[in-house]
C-alpha cells in the first residue's frame, strides 16, 4: 500500500481551487439531476459557507494527498453536515485523472480514517453521487455500507 502524507493547501491555493470545486460541483448536481440554477444555488451557498474569505471554515481541513514525494490528488475532510458527534464527513476525494488505478484514492481514504481517528472521530461518513461507480465501489470495498439512496427519474413534459 502506498504511503500517504496529507500536505496543507497554501492560502494562496485556495481561490483557484475553490472556484475549481464550484464548477465541478455544478456539474456533477446537474448530472444528478438538478437543474442548472438550483445547482449554481446550492453551489454557491455550499462554497460561501465551507470558504468564508477564501479559506476553510473552523473543523474542515483540505489536504493535498502526496505519494513519494509527489501531489496526486486531494482530500477535503470535515465536520458531519448534520453535526453528528465523533462523525467526519468526506466532503470531498479526488485523485488526479494521471494517477488513477494505482490505489492511490484506497491509501488516502484509509490515511483519512486514521487522521479522524487520531483527532477523536470514531466514524467516517461521505455521499458519492450515484453515477460515480468507481467511487462506489472503492467505499464498498472499504467496508462502508449505503446509508442512504436518492433515486431520480427524467420524464417528457406533456405540454
Do not use: C
Not at 474542515?60 to 465536520?79: A, Q, S, Y
Request: aromatic residues 12%.
Amino acid at each position: 500500500m502506498a504511503n500517504v502524507v496529507f500536505r496543507d493547501f497554501a492560502v494562496e491555493d485556495f481561490p483557484a481551487w475553490i472556484e475549481t470545486q464550484h464548477r465541478g460541483y455544478i456539474e456533477e448536481r446537474i448530472q444528478a439531476g438538478d437543474d442548472r440554477a438550483t445547482a449554481e444555488r446550492i453551489s454557491a451557498e455550499s462554497y460561501a459557507g465551507f470558504f468564508p474569505d477564501q479559506r476553510p471554515a473552523p473543523g474542515h481541513d483540505v489536504f493535498h494527498v502526496e505519494i513519494e514525494n509527489r501531489i496526486v490528488g486531494m482530500i477535503w475532510l470535515g465536520p458531519h453536515p448534520r453535526g453528528l458527534a465523533g462523525v467526519w464527513w468526506v466532503w470531498d476525494l479526488e485523485i488526479d485523472s494521471a494517477e488513477q488505478g494505482h490505489g492511490y484514492g484506497r491509501a488516502a481514504m484509509l490515511a483519512a480514517e486514521e487522521y479522524v481517528a487520531s483527532r477523536g472521530g470514531h466514524a467516517l461518513a461521505l455521499n458519492v453521487f450515484g453515477f460515480n461507480a468507481p467511487a462506489r465501489g472503492l467505499y464498498e470495498s472499504l467496508g462502508y455500507e449505503t446509508t442512504s439512496v436518492q433515486m431520480h427519474k427524467s420524464i417528457p413534459s406533456t405540454t
